[in-house]
């Protein structure tokens, strides 16, 4: 295997590079180029944002009903969740996925360990690469 596409480790953590779409309103974030997400290994979900970005996309009208939504367990307590599915654009990928923010508390814009297993994502000691199977001859 080999590596490609690395993103260099924030202060704050390893990092990659992403967008989001809402392909029924044709809503992309960011609007051009790629926004930069946290990986966070010890999120099980898939992509996490703040309110803003949930509502700049267009995602309230799509979100899953009130009586669906998932809850995540937190350190501080159980945390729902409003969600509605969508694309993520990444390493030259496109992947299905739901996007989710907190109901009544501060977000950040991560990615979650349901995406990062689809991945294929080495995270070394400074920086997060993709990994490229060599193909057999």
């Not at 907190?102 to 995270?123: D, E, H, M, T, W």
Request: proline share 8%.
């Amino acid at each position: 295997m080999r590596v490609k596409g690395c993103f260099e480790a924030a202060d704050w953590g390893y990092v990659i590079e992403a967008s989001l779409l809402n392909p029924l309103a044709d809503e992309r974030f960011p609007q051009r180029g790629r926004a930069v997400f946290k990986v966070d290994t010890g999120f099980s979900g898939p992509v996490l944002v703040t309110n803003d970005i949930f509502e700049l996309l267009h995602l309230p009208n799509i979100e899953v009903p009130e009586d669906l939504r998932p809850t995540y367990t937190t350190l501080t307590g159980p945390l729902p969740m409003r969600s509605a599915p969508a694309l993520i654009q990444v390493a030259d990928r496109e992947l299905e996925t739901d996007i989710l923010t907190p109901i009544n508390a501060p977000s950040r814009v991560l990615i979650g360990f349901q995406i990062l297993k689809q991945l294929g994502l080495a995270l070394l000691k400074d920086r997060a690469c993709f990994l490229e199977v060599a193909k057999k001859r």
